[in-house]
């Protein structure tokens, strides 16, 4: 991918679930990107849902890596995945690292890779 990409996130949820999408870029600005407000809710619809927004991808290099945390049927803590994103970030390890967050939530992320220009 490069700058200037325009990415469209979509979430597959097979039973009823709660979750928050946030992504760390490789210059480690994290930006929340479900809910698109901290203080909404979290649930997840079953089956596919695009997020609201798409998102561009700017000049930050290297990377952009997407996670996705869920908790089931209770509400996921925004700030919590926020908090670890942002640790994430400034510990140098966001291409590979995982997030601290709680044993009881459960992550999955994707990792996009940048061309140089």
Known sequence: AR???LLQ???VAANPQHGVVVSV???GAVTL???SDPGAATELEVGAKLLPDAY???D???FERFF???TGVAPTDVSTVVHAAEALAASGDAQKGDLAVPRSYDQTSFLVVK???
């Open 9 to 11: 996130l979509e979430t």
């Open 3 to 5: 700058k200037g990409d």
């Open 60 to 62: 930050a290099p290297k």
């Open 33 to 35: 990107h479900w809910p």
């Open 56 to 58: 561009t991808l700017d």
């Open 25 to 27: 870029d490789g210059r």
């Open 115 to 117: 061309e140089v220009q």
């Open 68 to 70: 996705l945390v869920t």
